[in-house]
Structure formats: C-alpha cells, structure tokens
C-alpha cells in the first residue's frame, strides 16, 4: 500500500544543528516517505550564511542537492515594488495554491511590513509566517519555540517538530517525526 509523502520544511535555524551532528538528509528522510521543502523566504535567508559560516553553507547547497530538496511557493502574482529576484509568490507554472488553513493563518499573523532586513531581504518575521503556515499542510522542523508566529501555528493544532530534545533522544530523525506527530513507521 502507497503511502503519502510527509512534507516537511526546514527552519533555518536547524541547519546548524543538522551540520553539527552530520546528519545527512537523504538518508535519515527518505524519499519514498518525505519530501523536504524549504520555503521561497527561507531560500533568502541561506546566501548570507556563507559570510560568517562558509562549511554550514556549503552543507545547505549539498543537503539541497542530495535530497532534491523543493522551494515551496504560493501562486501569486508579481509585486511591482520588488524586484524579480525577490518576488516571494511563484507564477504559473511554479506556485501551488495556498489552502484555506494556511490562509487563514497567515491572515492572522501579518502585521504591516515595517522592518526590512537588508541581509536577507525578508521584513521581520516574514520566513516565520510562511513557514507557520506550512505547518497546516505539512510538518515544520524548528528549533524556535519562542513567542512567534511558528509557536502561535503549534498552538492553534500545526504540526511542528520542536528538536530541542531530538539530540538525546537516541531517535533516527524520521522515527522522531513520526512520533511527534503520530505516524507510525512504515
């Protein structure tokens, strides 16, 4: 029997301890059971590392080699005031349509866009809402569990994964998904 693919997007913030342990994706999420997604805002967050952390940036580009991982984007139409690198919606052909959670969610969160991060090129918080949205329709590996909105998406039912214990747990990184949100093995 087929079963569906667990997506799961990746918080910036957990690259570093991926690479800390050398946990190496491709083996520990398998394709036939998950599909690893980052989202279009964490794709703006990953240049900037290579400045102060050259070996974690050159293990983020293997990870997304090695594990095909996708850009998840919403279907959306370009916003003029940006330009065409920074467009955070995909067009046709490269976005999905947003699902009625997730909207809903990301409605609840956005406050007007004030402080633009020159770096990353994101407003603050923005990498957080879209992720916290995804948390609807998929699963959300972070090691955030501060007030946010990834922590607000938690609390109103979102599956994520907080990994702050995953280290000690002695868990493969898919049994500890799978237990955090109640999947059994296949």
């Not at 794709?43 to 050259?54: A, L, T, V, W, Y």
């Not at 866009?113 to 990353?120: A, G, I, Q, S, V």
Request: with cysteine; glycine share 6%; hydrophobic share 40%.
């Amino acid at each position: 029997m087929a079963t569906d693919l667990i997506s799961v997007y990746i918080d910036n913030n957990v690259w570093d301890m991926l690479f800390a342990l050398g946990i190496d994706l491709a083996t520990e999420l398998p394709k036939d059971e998950f599909c690893v997604c980052i989202t279009r805002e964490a794709e703006f967050e990953i240049p900037p590392i290579s400045e102060r952390k050259p070996e974690l940036k050159a293990f983020i580009d293997k990870a997304i080699r090695d594990c095909s991982i996708s850009t998840d984007s919403f279907f959306g139409f370009a916003d003029e005031t940006l330009p065409a690198d920074e467009q955070r919606v995909g067009g046709f052909d490269h976005g999905r349509w947003i699902q009625p959670e997730e909207e809903v969610f990301l409605a609840q969160q956005k406050t007007p866009l004030r402080t633009l991060r020159p770096k990353t090129k994101l407003y603050k918080n923005e990498a957080d809402w879209s992720l916290g949205a995804r948390a609807f329709t998929g699963v959300v590996l972070s090691l955030d569990a501060k007030k946010g909105p990834i922590n607000e998406a938690y609390k109103q039912g979102g599956r994520v994964v907080f990994l702050k214990d995953f280290p000690a747990s002695g868990l493969s990184l898919a049994d500890f998904i799978r237990c955090a949100i109640s999947v059994p093995s296949s």
